[in-house]
């Protein structure tokens, strides 16, 4: 298994795509929907009335595609169902659009694919960035901190080592804060994404100050969210160096392509790095979230 310096695109033997409110929800079906023999499409059962996800899900009706439209706990329930019906006789190519999956249903349907995807198949997943939406002007509510799936929930290791919790931060204001605080651990590593919508990650930046004044300027990494590549080499050399003193645990905030890449990573380490979400649920008000134009995207090799 290996992560690709560049993005196969083409012909896709199957692809999954998210169905939502958010208007940017459409956006790599309009782009790459023509390219698929096949189309799964897994859509939520709340927020149905919301912003664009009736008009999103036309589209999807009109193309015949396979729809689910379930809650997070019984997604891979289903997806796991799709693939075993599958009889793959050889290698394949398949499409997977996170934008707007949960980090928990995204984590459940990449770990389905890598178990059940013939060796030597492709798995190339993209992300549409977001334009500018401000933070939330109060604090969500924490109600789950746990495993993103049971299939990366770890090994507890050398109880005698110290955890290194590893923030992909997010700009909502003192989340990995709070976080942080809860855990007590003996390190903290964070990364700050950069993007082409340069606003995001000065909202990063203001919203975790206190955290970030808290820790080393050693222990402070910024990534690139448009190379995903180079993000999964950087993440994989920080993880290893901590195993040598410590259990290193992440914690994807923020853009969902690190969230994505950790789950990669989580599954290459197995079981010597679990990989953690913090959700409110569904507390947080619905917001849509309009496609900012720049596509992130990358291919894994099976």
């Given at each position: 298994?290996?992560?690709?310096?560049?993005?196969?695109?083409?012909?896709?033997?199957?692809?999954?795509?998210?169905?939502?409110?958010?208007?940017?929800?459409?956006?790599?079906?309009?782009?790459?929907?023509?390219?698929?023999?096949?189309?799964?499409?897994?859509?939520?059962?709340?927020?149905?009335?919301?912003?664009?996800?009736?008009?999103?899900?036309?589209?999807?009706?009109?193309?015949?595609?396979?729809?689910?439209?379930?809650?997070?706990?019984?997604?891979?329930?289903?997806?796991?169902?799709?693939?075993?019906?599958?009889?793959?006789?050889?290698?394949?190519?398949?499409?997977?659009?996170?934008?707007?999956?949960?980090?928990?249903?995204?984590?459940?349907?990449?770990?389905?694919?890598?178990?059940?995807?013939?060796?030597?198949?492709?798995?190339?997943?993209?992300?549409?960035?977001?334009?500018?939406?401000?933070?939330?002007?109060?604090?969500?509510?924490?109600?789950?901190?746990?495993?993103?799936?049971?299939?990366?929930?770890?090994?507890?290791?050398?109880?005698?080592?110290?955890?290194?919790?590893?923030?992909?931060?997010?700009?909502?204001?003192?989340k990995a804060l709070?976080?942080?605080?809860?855990?007590?651990?003996?390190?903290?590593?964070t990364f700050i994404?950069?993007?082409?919508?340069?606003?995001?990650?000065?909202?990063?930046?203001?919203?975790?100050?206190?955290?970030?004044?808290?820790?080393?300027?050693?222990?402070?990494?910024?990534?690139?969210?448009?190379?995903?590549?180079?993000?999964?080499?950087?993440?994989?050399?920080?993880?290893?160096?901590?195993?040598?003193?410590?259990?290193?645990?992440?914690?994807?905030?923020?853009?969902?392509?690190?969230?994505?890449l950790s789950v990669?990573?989580?599954?290459?380490?197995?079981?010597?790095?679990?990989?953690?979400?913090?959700?409110?649920?569904?507390?947080?008000?619905?917001?849509?979230?309009?496609?900012?134009?720049?596509?992130?995207?990358?291919?894994?090799?099976?």
């Amino acid at each position: 298994m290996k992560i690709l310096k560049s993005f196969i695109g083409g012909e896709f033997d199957l692809a999954i795509f998210g169905l939502g409110f958010e208007s940017r929800a459409i956006s790599a079906f309009d782009k790459y929907g023509s390219d698929c023999s096949e189309l799964l499409v897994i859509g939520y059962d709340i927020n149905t009335d919301k912003f664009s996800y009736q008009v999103n899900k036309s589209k999807y009706l009109e193309s015949k595609a396979n729809i689910i439209e379930h809650g997070d706990e019984s997604v891979s329930r289903h997806v796991d169902g799709f693939l075993f019906g599958k009889n793959f006789d050889g290698p394949v190519n398949v499409l997977l659009d996170i934008t707007v999956m949960s980090r928990h249903r995204l984590a459940c349907i990449i770990c389905s694919l890598m178990d059940s995807l013939p060796e030597h198949s492709t798995l190339s997943v993209v992300y549409t960035l977001s334009d500018y939406i401000p933070p939330p002007n109060e604090d969500t509510p924490i109600k789950y901190l746990c495993e993103i799936t049971s299939q990366l929930g770890g090994s507890i290791g050398d109880p005698s080592l110290p955890t290194s919790v590893i923030f992909g931060l997010g700009y909502e204001k003192s989340k990995a804060l709070g976080v942080a605080n809860f855990l007590d651990s003996g390190f903290i590593y964070t990364f700050i994404p950069k993007s082409p919508v340069t606003k995001f990650e000065t909202d990063v930046v203001d919203n975790n100050k206190d955290l970030l004044d808290s820790i080393s300027s050693d222990n402070v990494f910024f990534y690139d969210v448009c190379q995903p590549y180079s993000t999964y080499l950087d993440l994989k050399s920080l993880v290893q160096s901590l195993n040598k003193f410590s259990r290193p645990l992440i914690i994807p905030l923020g853009p969902k392509i690190l969230a994505v890449l950790s789950v990669i990573l989580g599954k290459e380490l197995y079981p010597n790095l679990p990989v953690w979400r913090v959700s409110s649920g569904y507390s947080e008000v619905p917001v849509d979230r309009p496609a900012s134009g720049v596509e992130v995207n990358f291919t894994l090799k099976l």
